[in-house]
């Protein structure tokens, strides 16, 4: 499973998401540093070919998505109190995570996640 961390959330509280990721689901960390590249491609696909999970911190373009994407990965929006986008439009596969006001919801959202690989949409 490929999974990337995204949104307005505290900067945080999307790394205790990928934490927790990392510590309870056994994924794997990574980010892009400094920006997408075809080495990135070789990397990601050699983890998939060894059915490693991957959780990559901070999604912050388009052309990063993309490289998610391409590998029928998803994004985890975070989205942060106050901040909260009623139109956000997800494409298939991507979920919206809700604010919440405790880690062990946070937990319990992601959790979910990982459990339904088929899932989509929005998270309470």
Known sequence: ML???TGTADPHLRLLAAT???????????????????????????????????VVLEV??????????RRAGHLLYLGGWGRFE???SLP???????PC??????????DSVVGNLAFSGTVQ
């Not at 912050?60 to 994407?69: F, G, K, L, P, Y």
């Not at 298939?92 to 809700?98: F, K, W």
């Not at 006001?101 to 992601?110: D, E, I, V």
């Open 20 to 54: 927790y990721l990392i510590e309870a689901h056994k994924f794997i960390g990574a980010q892009f540093y400094p920006s997408p590249r075809p080495n990135w491609d070789r990397t990601l696909d050699g983890f998939a070919a060894k059915g490693i999970d991957v």
């Open 60 to 69: 912050r373009t388009d052309a990063e998505a993309s490289v998610i994407h």
């Open 86 to 88: 009623a139109n956000l």
């Open 92 to 98: 298939p596969g991507d979920v919206e995570l809700l």
């Open 3 to 5: 999974l990337g961390i």
């Open 101 to 110: 006001n405790s880690s062990a919801t946070l937990f319990r959202q992601l």
